[in-house]
Structure formats: structure tokens, C-alpha cells
């Protein structure tokens, strides 16, 4: 009896390991499809926008200097589930040779600042200097995939700029 059994078992792997190695010698890999979307499709920029600033008070001896960017794409849904990008152009109006970059800023020589406050519709520039200037923001929708290999380095706005085909 044990010899039946073992050689039932043997006869049963051999079957089992030349049936799995068929089906899978048999399958046929499909052909590659198109390449996809780079992921920002539902992704939404705006033009460079001349914002001025005006000083406030909060209080004796603490001035702040406000500027504010009508921006109705940014929903309460993009607030708690997308994210915004918001960058000032250092040069200016001048978007051929532009100096870019994102928001928070720090200034590495006066270390003045600028930060950004987001509300329904509305993005507030808050610095502790005048920061008139140039500013672009761009809105990611929440669940927006940028690819799966694929990630975007908001920091550097040349990789931004060509992720989007922008020329300024």
C-alpha cells in the first residue's frame, strides 16, 4: 500500500507540473498598448498674474504686506483633497528669461518671506516685505494620478514647466 500511494503521489506532481508548465509555455504575452496620459489631464494653470500688494497692520510694529488671486477653480473639494502650486516669477513681466520660484519663499539675502493662505476661490500672498509681482498657481485635483512611475518635483519649475508643455 505505501508503494501505490507513493508512486500515486509521484504520478499526480508530474501530471500537475506538466499541466501548469503547458498553460503557461501556451499563454501569449498581448502586444503593448499606446503609451497613456502623462497624469495631469485634469490638471488646471493659470496665466502670470500681476498682483500688488498693500500693507496691513496686525498689530503695533508687526506690518504685513497682502496680495490676493481670484482663483474660482479652487473648490472646498480642492481643499480637502487636491493640492495647490503657487509660484512667483522673481523678474517680473518678464517671462522670457523668468527667475521662478515656489511659494513658501525666502529671500536668501534679506530673508524676507511670502507664504500663501488658500480659501475657497481666493489665494492670499502673505509677505513680511512688498512682494508685488508675477504669480502663477496650478490645482491639482484630490485622486488626479501623475503616472505611476512618474512624479513631479513642484520645486523645480522647469520639470513643471515641461510636464505641462508651457514655454513661459
Known sequence: MKQVFSVLSVASVAFFTLFLSTTNVSCKKGDTGPKGDTGV???MYSKWTNVAFSGAILQSGDTVA???ITAPAITKDILNKGSVHVYLNLNGADTTNPTVVQ???VDPITYSTVSIQLTVGKIYLIGNDDFSGY???FILPGGVNVGRTQ????????EVKKIFGLTN
Open 41 to 43: 489631464a485634469n490638471a
Open 151 to 158: 512624479t513631479i518635483d513642484w520645486n523645480n519649475y522647469g
Open 135 to 137: 504669480y502663477r498657481y
Open 66 to 68: 497682502l496680495g490676493t
Open 103 to 105: 511659494l513658501p519663499y
